[in-house]
């Protein structure tokens, strides 16, 4: 998802150091206070994950997904709850998946819904 503010995203986020992020979405809330914030932590995440710019990073990428995911982010929930599905980045735990691919259904998430249908990370639901 590109929203304009850097269309170089993965250079903005791969200079990012730990006080750096703070600064980045603190700037990123001022400019755009309502769902910007999420928007940013999710992208934090999918550069964790991926290793966009930064060293890949599960955990990382658990934590902002996490907190994006905890704002309604529906993909974000999506992306939780898949890693923990599979363990990745955090312990594997399928109740606490299920119910974060839930919540990203219930958003409108149709890939959530297929993950839920078919299961993820060998979790039976």
Not at 26 to 53: H, I, M, S
Request: with cysteine.
């Amino acid at each position: 998802m590109q929203y304009g503010l850097f269309p170089q995203r993965r250079n903005v986020v791969g200079s990012l150091h730990d006080d750096e992020e703070a600064s980045y979405l603190k700037e990123f809330r001022r400019r755009f206070p309502n769902d910007a914030v999420c928007v940013a932590e999710q992208t934090l995440g999918q550069a964790y994950l991926d290793g966009w710019g930064v060293a890949k990073d599960d955990t990382q990428a658990a934590q902002w997904y996490r907190k994006a995911a905890q704002q309604g982010l529906p993909r974000a929930a999506r992306f939780i709850g898949l890693l923990t599905a599979f363990g990745q980045g955090v312990e594997k735990d399928c109740a606490v998946a299920k119910n974060w691919l839930a919540d990203a259904k219930a958003g409108g998430d149709t890939e959530a819904a297929n993950y839920l249908a078919s299961g993820a990370g060998g979790c039976k639901w």
